[in-house]
């Protein structure tokens, strides 16, 4: 997935057959990194307030890498997100 607006580009990870679990969203001072299902992880990721997703913004000197890889490797073991007509839904 890649997309360029507002100066930032889109990113995301798929795993064939459970969807895309994660997205990177880069900034000129950060990155934002959303997981789609992040409510369903441990500890939920800081930012947002939707029903499933749930990001974290990381600036070049405050990444938890062991925190990070936990995260990814929970979102990467549960069901992601699919495409369907142009927008992301919830794999069920």
């Known amino acids: 997935m890649r997309a360029t607006a507002w100066k930032a580009k889109n990113r995301g990870n798929l795993i064939e057959g459970q969807g895309w679990f994660l997205g990177f969203h880069v900034f000129t001072h950060y990155v934002k990194v959303t997981f789609f ?10 930012g947002g307030t939707g029903k499933d997703a749930r990001w974290i ?3 070049a000197d405050d990444l938890d890498e062991a925190q990070m890889a936990t995260w990814i490797k929970q979102a990467s073991s549960i069901p992601g997100w699919e495409t369907g007509s142009g927008s992301l839904r919830r794999r069920t």
């Open 37 to 46: 299902r992040g409510t369903s992880l441990r500890p939920v990721p800081p």
């Open 57 to 59: 913004d990381i600036h």
